[in-house]
C-alpha cells in the first residue's frame, strides 16, 4: 500500500510592514507518522508575504511554508492526525490547509478563524489499513 501523504500550508493572511522576501522553510520540511506516533513537531520561519486567504495563491516561502506529512504504513483504523499551528500575535491571522499529496491537492480540512487569536487546528480522520 502506498503512504497517505498530506501538505499542511500555513498562510499568512494580513501582510507585515515589511517588503516581502524569501523565507527558509520549514524545519522539518518533511514528517513521517507512524500509527503509534503521539507527536512531531516542526517550526516554521516568519513570513512576511500575503495570500489573502486563498491557498491557490500560495508563494512558498514568501507567503506560505508547507510541511508534508506522511503517514507509513500501518493499521490506522480508527485512528485521528491532529494538526495544529501557533504563533505569538493575536493581532496576526493565519489559517492552516491540509491538503492530500501535495500542495495543489484535495483540501481534507482547514482551519481558518479569524483575529484575534493566535491558534488554527483541525483533524483528519484516517481510519485505514
Given at each position: 500500500?502506498?503512504?497517505?501523504?498530506?501538505?499542511?500550508?500555513?498562510?499568512?493572511a494580513l501582510?507585515?510592514?515589511?517588503?516581502?522576501?524569501?523565507?527558509?522553510?520549514?524545519?522539518?520540511?518533511?514528517?513521517?507518522?507512524?500509527?503509534?506516533d503521539t507527536?512531531?513537531?516542526?517550526?516554521?520561519?516568519?513570513?512576511?508575504?500575503?495570500?489573502?486567504?486563498?491557498?491557490?495563491?500560495?508563494?512558498?516561502?514568501?507567503?506560505?511554508?508547507?510541511?508534508?506529512?506522511?503517514?507509513?504504513?500501518?493499521?490506522?483504523?480508527?485512528?485521528?492526525?491532529?494538526?495544529?499551528?501557533?504563533?505569538?500575535?493575536?493581532?496576526?491571522?493565519?489559517?492552516?490547509?491540509?491538503?492530500?499529496?501535495?500542495?495543489?491537492?484535495?483540501?481534507?480540512?482547514?482551519?481558518?478563524?479569524?483575529?484575534?487569536?493566535?491558534?488554527?487546528?483541525?483533524?483528519v480522520e484516517?481510519?485505514?489499513?
Amino acid at each position: 500500500m502506498r503512504p497517505l501523504t498530506f501538505a499542511c500550508t500555513s498562510l499568512a493572511a494580513l501582510a507585515l510592514l515589511s517588503a516581502p522576501r524569501s523565507a527558509p522553510a520549514a524545519t522539518p520540511e518533511v514528517i513521517t507518522l507512524s500509527p503509534g506516533d503521539t507527536q512531531a513537531t516542526w517550526q516554521t520561519p516568519l513570513i512576511v508575504g500575503n495570500t489573502g486567504e486563498d491557498p491557490n495563491n500560495c508563494i512558498e516561502d514568501v507567503s506560505c511554508d508547507t510541511v508534508v506529512i506522511v503517514l507509513a504504513a500501518g493499521d490506522w483504523t480508527g485512528k485521528r492526525v491532529f494538526f495544529s499551528i501557533h504563533w505569538l500575535s493575536p493581532a496576526s491571522d493565519w489559517d492552516l490547509y491540509i491538503l492530500e499529496g501535495t500542495v495543489n491537492g484535495e483540501l481534507v480540512s482547514k482551519s481558518d478563524g479569524f483575529i484575534p487569536q493566535n491558534a488554527e487546528s483541525t483533524a483528519v480522520e484516517v481510519n485505514r489499513v
